[in-house]
């Protein structure tokens, strides 16, 4: 059975590629290379999966989650800008996919538990978009070793 | 690593099998048979699934996905009547939204690049992943 907790936060980001010139990074990123920013409000959607408690009936406590979400995320990035603010989006490019990962990486120590373990981070960056980072990608990432 | 992006279109549609009676396509279909159509607010959400590149942190650019959709589903469906207006269902196949939904996913899965070419300013093209249609909000088909 899995669970699900919904939480939302601002943020601003850009994206672009050092490397590459500001058209390039247009071509690739469109109105998200912009030099100076912009931001979203981001929904993210976390699951748990797991069996109830014979006793609670409960996977985990959500009010735990909420605490966990809490600190690991909102805490970190709510109304942040996330390349100045955030690492590694110093270095790496705060894509949906790159800020799922990076969630997943935050909240994976804390929710890895016998009957209860993180299932997937879903990250909407607009209502249009979203990317959904599982525990297939976790173990394909550390293979890779990757945090890229 | 799925990736899902949301695109709309506006289209009208009548289920009607012409192998079928008046009777009989009323009974199966009832208002949706109407003679003169109806039409809805379709939301298409599609899904692409691989790994983001190393660099861009992306798995596709997302104007190369919107040009891929906007060239093979919302040029040919947005603001058209599927019956009279699209060659998939002008031989009599009824355009439910499962066959709609079928005829997307077709559509794109024939134009899709190559997964793992570049494509655009994509460097490495994702899979199809999936396809969902909401016809309304309350009528939702996945393949």
Same mark, same amino acid.
């Given at each position: 059975m899995r669970i699900t907790r919904r939480v939302d936060f601002s943020a601003s980001h850009l994206c672009a590629i050092p490397s590459l010139s500001q058209g390039e990074n247009e071509a690739i990123y469109g109105d998200g290379a912009n030099p100076h920013g912009h931001g979203h409000n981001y929904v993210l959607e976390v699951t748990l999966e797991?069996?109830?408690?014979p006793v609670t009936g409960m996977i985990?406590?959500?009010?735990?989650?909420k605490a966990i979400l809490e600190s690991e995320v909102l805490d970190v990035m709510d109304h942040r800008f996330l390349n100045k603010e955030v690492p590694p989006f110093d270095h790496v490019v705060p894509t949906a996919e790159n800020v799922s990962r990076e969630i997943w990486r935050?909240?994976?120590?804390k929710l890895n538990l016998a009957n209860a373990k993180l299932s997937r981070v879903r990250l909407y960056e607009t209502e249009d978009l979203f990317v959904d980072y599982s525990a297939e990608d976790h173990v394909a990432d550390g293979q890779s070793g990757g945090t890229s | 690593m799925t990736l899902t992006r949301r695109y709309r279109f506006s289209a009208s549609h009548r289920l009607y099998n012409p192998a079928l009676s008046e009777l009989e396509n009323r009974e199966i279909y009832g208002?949706?048979?109407?003679?003169?159509?109806?039409?809805h607010n379709y939301i298409l959400e599609i899904g692409v699934e691989g790994r983001p590149d190393a660099v861009s942190g992306r798995m596709i650019a997302s104007a190369d +996905?919107?040009?891929l959709v906007g060239e093979e589903v +919302?040029?040919?469906?947005n603001g058209k009547n599927m019956n009279l207006d699209i060659d998939t269902f002008l031989g009599g196949r009824v355009p439910t939204t499962e066959n709609v939904a079928k005829d997307i996913r077709e559509r794109l899965e024939r134009r899709w690049p190559a997964p793992g070419s570049p494509f655009g300013h994509t460097a490495r093209m994702p899979s199809l992943s999936g396809v969902r249609l909401f016809e309304t909000a309350k009528n939702i088909f996945d393949i």
């Open positions: 797991g069996e109830p408690d985990y406590d959500l009010k735990d989650l935050r909240l994976w120590p | 208002r949706c048979s109407n003679p003169f159509g109806h039409g +996905l919107d040009s +919302l040029r040919i469906y």
